[in-house]
């Protein structure tokens, strides 16, 4: 951490929190949704910088101090000057849309021009992108206040967000507990109030699984849907962005804002034709009803360990019965195999964080080589880092890699297959078969790889509570591009049982 606080002291962070800490607060954003915000702004009972001294004062307050959740490792010095120019374009020209004047806070793995981005690593303390990734721009163009960077698992690279530049961020819910990951300093900052929404990526369940320890909302988009140029690639194959936020209506502005073509990437060539007018007109009350919802049994676990958040997601599931859906016990075949064999966490980081090192100025390293050889990285990455880094220099014209990618198909069209023999809106399931693990210990029974290994689009929301007080989390996964279904049916669900609450080591500020 001594390196973390020396760097912020050098951009003159450390020395505006006081001033942010002893600020009045004459609004209260608290828990406050995107439109209400919108609509306070608009009925000028606040401003866009009153808002983002709202968030920095708690974010002081808890972040820095208090519990001291460490999930916030820089501040952007611009933030009020951004806010106070789009409160006067607000004046004269009015608002740009939804997103005009909210504050958002961005995962360290999102390239920024104006801001560091070190994707947690002390290799990249000093690396300066030269561009804003797609979706931050869209953001900015959007009208957000970029507030600052918060932290993650060192490069996305594991579920429990530790950093040799960040360090270990804490669950707001659970002191003695990791917040999930590896977006799990977007998931603090969501629950604990320190911005409206945060962007994180998904890898392998780095939106979703933390979102579930939260008690918020995530969504990882259909593999295609939002461009991933400018992220600080785990593996292109895999990898996404995408919003997390106290709610499911808040999820659907963001993605309203951030999808799209990008040349850049040419993944994003699939959605064309495929984005609606506005993923905010799927928002219905009553979309559950008459909704029939697959049930994937084996994703639900049989160990002990497995009953805890078990018990409450099917608690869950027949709160959706109750709103009129019909679940259906469904089976994808052969499962674990399909997962085994589709699976490309480790095998293309060596090629595109390289080449993306290669071409960041600032960057101490080149290759995950020179990572390895430098010893600038997490000590616990050490032996992932090694494994990537013995993949073959030929390996993404190998006959293995074209296996895994044919595999990635074979289990979207069985995933597609069972949707369409049973009639099926989405397929439902435990965003994770374990809480969060206690500080040290390693994340358990993620379901996140069917999301990610069949690039179809999955959501989760707050399920409910263990007796202990811990967030658990319900996913539900639709045929891709059906961001739209999900976002209905997510809503319904959210709107009939209101289980988000916010932690109680983070309470108004008085």
Known sequence: MTTRRAFLRGLGVLALAPRWAGAAAPYDAFEKTIAELQADLKAKRTTSVELVRFYLARIAAYDHAGPRLNAVIFVNPGAEDDARALDEERRRRGPRGPLHGIPVLLKDNFDTRDMPTTGGSVALTAAHPTDD????????????????????????????????????????????????????????????????????????????????????????????????AGLIPFGHTQ????????????????????????????????????????????????????ARIGVVNEMFGSAPGDQEVGVIVRRAIEEMRS?????????IPNLNAQLAASNLLTQELKFYLGDYLKKTPGASVASVEEMLATGRHLPQLRGF????????????TSADYRSRLAAREALAAAVVRVMDDNRLGAIVYPTTRRIAPVIGGNQAGSNAGLSAQSGCPAITMPAGFTANGFPVGIELLGRPFAESTLLGLAFSYEQATRHRRPPQTTPRLS
């Open 239 to 290: 990898d996404t962005g995408g919003p997390m936020a106290r709610t499911v209506a808040d999820i659907a502005v963001v993605l309203d804002a951030t999808v799209g073509y990008d040349p850049a990437d040419p993944s994003t060539e699939k959605g064309k034709g495929r984005i609606p007018k506005s993923y905010v007109a799927a928002l219905k009350r009553t979309a559950l009803r008459g």
């Open 133 to 228: 990734a797609f979706q931050v721009r869209k953001l900015r163009d959007a009208g957000a206040v970029l507030l600052g960077k918060v932290n993650l698992h060192e490069l996305a690279l594991g579920l429990t967000t530790a950093s040799s530049f960040g360090g270990q961020t804490l669950d707001p819910y659970d002191l003695s507990r990791a917040p999930g990951g590896s977006s799990g300093g977007s998931g603090v900052a969501v629950a604990a109030n320190f911005a409206a929404f945060a962007m994180g990526t998904d890898t392998s369940g780095s939106i979703r699984i933390p979102s579930s320890h939260n008690s918020i909302v995530g969504l990882r988009p259909s593999a295609g849907l939002s461009s991933r």
């Open 323 to 331: 709103q009129g859906a019909t679940p259906v016990d469904v089976s």
């Open 385 to 396: 880092l090694e494994g990537a880094n013995r993949q073959p220099d030929d390996y993404l």
